[in-house]
Nanobody
Framework: QVKLVQSGGGSVQPGGSLTLSCAPSGNVLTFYRTEWYRQAPGKQRELVAT???????TYIDAVKGRFTASRGSARNTVLLQMNSLKSDDTAVYYC?????????WGQGTQVTVSA
């Protein structure tokens, strides 16, 4: 069964940067949309950013100008570049990708922003 594999999380100081990656574990139909979510301790999961196959992106206000979603060099791979990280960005980040067969979730990756 194909899954989405995430990588790139970790711990950084405020103002630092991280790049998350989201890629399928095997061959799947082309994703037409990928979403990035995050879930902080004690909070609901929230949608952070989206990227369409056209390259069009959307972001929540809290990350606009700091986060950038883009397509990776490998097929069906999506990146989330996170700059100027704040303590409020601390959360588990998840990706979800859609194709003609449905959608797939990533396993989640921890991002911790702390001095």
């Amino acid at each position: 069964q194909v899954k989405l594999v995430q990588s790139g999380g970790g711990s950084v100081q405020p103002g630092g940067s991280l790049t998350l990656s989201c890629a399928p574990s095997g061959n799947v139909l082309t994703f037409y949309r990928t979403e990035w979510y995050r879930q902080a301790p004690g909070k609901q999961r929230e949608l952070v950013a989206t990227i369409e196959s056209s390259g069009a992106t959307t972001y929540i206000d809290a990350v606009k100008g700091r986060f950038t979603a883009s397509r990776g060099s490998a097929r069906n791979t999506v990146l989330l570049q996170m700059n100027s990280l704040k303590s409020d960005d601390t959360a588990v980040y998840y990706c979800r990708a859609f194709n003609a067969r449905g959608y797939y979730w990533g396993q989640g990756t921890q991002v911790t922003v702390s001095a």
